[in-house]
């Protein structure tokens, strides 16, 4: 089993950056997880930001925010990252980060806000 804990998000303007980190802790490893991020906005479902491998070297982007997101990981310490530039309003949202094992993402955090204004 593995806790997450989202920190890093907050107010921007648009065009502006942000990055999210995510902390696990447990005793499984860390880097048996594959991690993904994702986000709900006010109104809409949640939806698929991002994922990166157990090793860090693949990840995959929802169209959305492809060259402008990226994801990466630090498995000495336990943390993946959301690195987020040239944000957008339509970025705003509470964003998760999720671990799984297998097929599904079975542990969440509690989440983290980002608010970008236009």
């Known amino acids: 089993q593995v806790q997450l804990v989202e920190s890093g998000g907050g107010l921007v303007q648009a065009g502006g950056s942000l990055r999210l980190s995510c902390a696990a802790s447990g005793r499984a490893s860390f880097s048996s997880y594959t991690m993904g991020w994702f986000r709900q906005a006010p109104g809409k479902e949640r939806e698929f930001v991002g994922t990166?491998?157990?090793?860090?070297?693949?990840?995959f982007y929802a169209d959305s925010v492809q060259g402008r997101f990226t994801i990466s990981r630090d498995n000495a310490k336990n943390t993946v990252y959301l690195q987020m530039n040239s944000l957008r309003p339509e970025d705003t949202a509470v964003y998760y980060c999720?671990?799984?094992?297998?097929?599904?993402?079975?542990?969440w955090g509690q989440g983290t806000q980002v608010t970008v204004s236009s």
């Open positions: 999720a671990a799984r094992s297998f097929q599904e993402y079975n542990y």
């Open positions: 990166i491998s157990r090793d860090g070297g693949s990840t």
